[in-house]
C-alpha cells in the first residue's frame, strides 16, 4: 500500500479524499490543516492532525498531497515541506512554473526527494494534450478554451468593487470561435472572440446598478478585453451559484500534413466537480510519485516527465493487453 | 541531426516522408524498399535502396520507422532488424500485442537496442486516451468509437465475395450512441449501437446484387452484427472514393467522483489522412527512441513508457514555460 498525506482541506482537499478513498492500492495516514483539527470532519473519516504534527510523520508517508492555494501556499510551504517528503501539488500560476520549478528542484536534489509540480487539468491534462498534439502535428496552431465554469479571480474582482456584496463569474467560449476552430480554418482570434464573461452580482440595497456594471465591463485586463453580461440577482442566488463547482474547456489542434490535408486533434473536459476531478488527478500522481521515488527518482517533475503507465494501478502487462 | 531511415513506401511510408521533412532535428539517410528502387519516387527527394543493402547501415542510423502491414511484414521482420536497428511501428493487430511484445522483448534486451511498437492514433494517441482517463477518473467506463473512416479489413472481405470487382467500406460512429455517452449515461453498448457500417460496391456485369447485398449483411463478425448499408455504384466511383483517405474517431471516458458529481473527458481525432498523420506521430516517437538509445535505454517500449517530453524538438525549459 502506498501511504499519503493530505495537506489542507478546502474543495481541493475534501476531492482528495474522495479519490484516495477509491484507490484501493493507497491508505491515507491523516489529513493536515492549520485550522483546529477538531473543527473539521471530513468526508472520509481519516484521522485530522495540525500541520504541526507534520514532521512526525517524516519517513511514514510514500507522498504529501498538497491542497493549498497558488497565491501563496505552495509558494510559501511546499519548498520547506520538500525537505522532508515527496510531495505532489496543482501550482496553476502558468507565468510562475519556471521559477517554482527552480526553487523546488534545487531542494529536492539536496533532500533526495521528488516533487511532481502543476497537476490537475490545466495544467496537467490540458498541458500534456497542448505538449503531445504539438509534437505530433508540429505544423499547426493550438487553442485552449476554458469553460463554461467559475473564474475565481474574475469573481474575486468583482467583489472588490463597492456597493458590491457578492459575485460569481461564468467564462464561456464562444461556439463560433469552437466551430472556426473545429473546421480547420486555423483563426487569429482575440480575448473577445474566445470567451464572453458572465457575471452574477448581488449589490447593497440602493447601491448604484448603472455605475457597478460599468465599473466591471471597464475593468482593464479582466473584463475590458471580452463582451460581458452582467445580471444582478439576490444574494441567495449567488451563494446558489457558488455551490456548483462545475467546469471544463477544449485544447483543439489544427494543422497541416501536406498543404491538401488537415487534421484535428480534440481533448475536451465537461467536469460537473472541478475540485473533485482535480483532487482525483492528484492522486493518480501521488501514486506515480510514490513508485519513482522508490526507483530512486529524485527532483521536481511535471506531466511531461512522467511515463503514464505510472499512474495506474494497473501491471505494464495488462495495460498492453487491455488498454493498448 | 538523428538520423532516421524509413522502411518501406506504401502510403505510410509517404506520410512518414513528409513528417521527416518538416522535422528539422532529423534527417533521413534513405527509404529502404523490397520492390525495385528505381521505380520508386519518394514525395521527398531522399534516396531510395533495397531493403537487401539495409546491414551497410548498421551504425550510421539512429532509428528504423518501419513501415509495412501488421498481418505479416512486422510480424515475420521487425525481430530481425531490432538486432541491428532501434526501431519504431504501427503494429496494431491488438489481439496478439503481448506476443509481439515478447518476442521483440527478448531481442532487443540481448542486443541492446530500442524498439517502439504498437505507434499510431489507435493504438497510439487513443491508448494514451484510454489509460490516462482510467487512471484520474477510475470509476467509470470508457468508449473508443471510430469513424467516419475506412475499414480495410471490411473493405477486403466485401470483395472476396463472387462477382465483386471493388469495394470501399466506411464505418460510421452512431450520433445518438456518442450522444448518450457524452451525456454521462454510461449505457452498455451492443457493436450495432456503436457503429453503422456503409459499404459501396462496384459489381461484375451481370452479377446478382440482392444476392451479393445478403451476402454482405449476413457475414458473421464483419457485418452480421451491425446495421449495414449496401450501395452499389461503379468502379470508377469506388476508385475514387479509395483516394481519399480520412479517418478519425473518439475516446471518451465518462466517470464518476461522488454519487452526485459526473466527469466526462474525451480525445477526438478528425483526420484528413490517416497514413499522414500515422507517419507523423511515428516520425515523433522516432525522435523519442533516439534519444531514449542515447540515453542507454534498451528494450520495447509503448506510448505508456515515454515520457511525452521525448516526443518535442523543444528543451525541458521551453515545455515548462510555454506548454504546461
New interface residues.
Partial sequence: MIKVGIVGYGNLGR?VC??VN??KDLECVGIFTRRDPSSISPVINYPVYSTSELEKFKGKVDVLILCGGSATDLPNNTANILKDFNTVDSFDN?GK??EY?SKLEKVAKDNGTLSAI?IGWD?G?F??????F??????GNDYTFWGKGVSQGHSDAIRRIEGVKNAIQYTIPKEDALDRV?NGENPELSAREKHLRECFVAVEDGADKARIENEIKTMPNYFEPYDTIVNFVSEEEVKKMQQKLSHGGFVIRSGK??E??????????????NP??T???LT?YARAVARLSKEGKSGVV????????Y???LS??E???H??
Avoid: W
Avoid at 511535471?302 to 503507465?309: E, M, R
Fill in positions: 476531492g474522495l479519490a477509491k484507490a502558468h512554473i519556471p520549478y502543476s495544467p491534462m498541458s500534456i494534450a497542448r505538449m503531445l504539438g509534437a505530433v502535428l508540429p505544423d473545429r500534413t501536406t491538401e490535408n488537415s487534421e484535428i486533434l480534440e481533448l475536451s473536459l465537461k467536469l460537473e466537480s473533485e476531478f483532487g482525483s488527478v493518480a511535471t506531466v511531461f516527465d512522467v511515463p503514464i503507465k499512474l495506474s494501478p505494464e502487462e495495460l498492453r493487453a488498454l493498448l
